[in-house]
């Protein structure tokens, strides 16, 4: 099935794939010749999907999909994973009075928050993200979704599981796979909070972060991050991250401290989840 996906431009294609294309688990999802694919799961249904940019303001999807039903459901995951709905105006004039944020958006006009397609799956990369590299970490979800990830039949080279669903997760020992004890821990525990609590990673719950926060193993960091990406909280903004801190070092020669950050960041509310991905953005340029 083709779909096409409209958007208010800008859109800078570019930064997004290669967001994803840094992140692209094997197995999981592929990037090749400027498309982004990935395996999907929608209430125990597997499918693909293919994402690329089209013409008139609109990337173009190829679905392979079973069920024409959760049609709308992956629309609007689809819509939250590439923020197609932003509105780039708002927030960039309203950053745009910090003079440095100013300047790296006029660089990049189009640029985009990425969002996930599952927030399970974006809680688990988030934690499995802690303290290491993300080379390190797309690593260790590979090895997960190969282990425990629902195998899956496609057309589509380099795709041959979907994410593993929370039952499986929830009494899986994560830990076997390379990782503390107590990040596998964390990792089931997550897990079986979805369980426990389905709506735990509903985008727009004003609760969410407290929620996320009341997990074990799940600080600040990772509570904010999943706001920002899953939640699509376009406040959220984990202070304490060091490439936010780097870029800044790059940008301006001092590396703020992480309640300096915080400092500077409020006048970018409500947009600072924004700000941050900007910042991100200018630092994997720079190197």
């Known amino acids: 099935m083709r779909l096409r996906l409209a958007y208010q431009p800008p859109y800078d294609w570019e930064a997004m794939l290669g967001f994803l294309a840094a992140r692209a688990v094997v197995g999981m999802e592929t990037v090749a ?9 929608l209430n125990g249904v597997h499918g693909t999907v293919s994402v690329w940019p089209g013409t008139g303001d609109a990337l173009e999807v190829e679905l392979d999909f079973p069920d024409p039903a959760l049609l709308p459901q992956i629309i609007a995951r689809l819509r939250r994973l590439f923020d197609l709905d932003a509105d780039l105006a708002v927030m960039q004039g309203h950053l745009a009075k910090d003079p ?44 997960l979704v190969a282990q425990y990830g629902a195998p899956l039949r496609s057309a589509l080279p380099g795709l ?11 009494t899986a020992d994560l830990a076997a796979l ?6 596998g821990r964390t990792l089931s525990g997550v897990a079986q909070a979805l369980l426990d609590d389905p709506l735990l990673f509903v985008p727009g719950r004003e609760d969410g972060v ?16 999943i706001a920002l990406r899953q939640l699509r909280d376009m406040d959220g903004f984990p202070h304490g991250d060091v490439g936010l801190r780097r870029a800044l070092e790059v940008l301006e020669g001092v590396r703020p401290t992480a309640r300096e950050l915080a400092d500077r960041a409020e006048v970018w509310r409500p947009c ?13 340029r720079a190197d």
């Open 210 to 225: 407290a929620r996320l926060l009341a997990l074990h193993g799940i600080g600040e960091w990772t509570a904010q991050y």
């Open 160 to 170: 041959s599981h979907v994410f593993p669903q929370a039952s499986v997760l929830a």
């Open 33 to 41: 010749d400027g498309v982004y694919s990935r395996s999907i799961g």
């Open 272 to 284: 600072r989840g924004y700000a941050a991905q900007v910042l991100w953005t200018s630092l994997s």
């Open 100 to 143: 440095l944020l100013a300047r790296l958006i006029a660089e990049r006009p189009g640029l985009r928050v990425p969002g996930a397609w599952d927030g399970l799956e974006l809680a688990f990369r988030a934690v499995l993200g802690q303290q290491i590299t993300v080379v390190a970490a797309i690593r260790l979800a590979g090895k």
């Open 178 to 183: 390379g990782m503390p004890k107590s990040r």
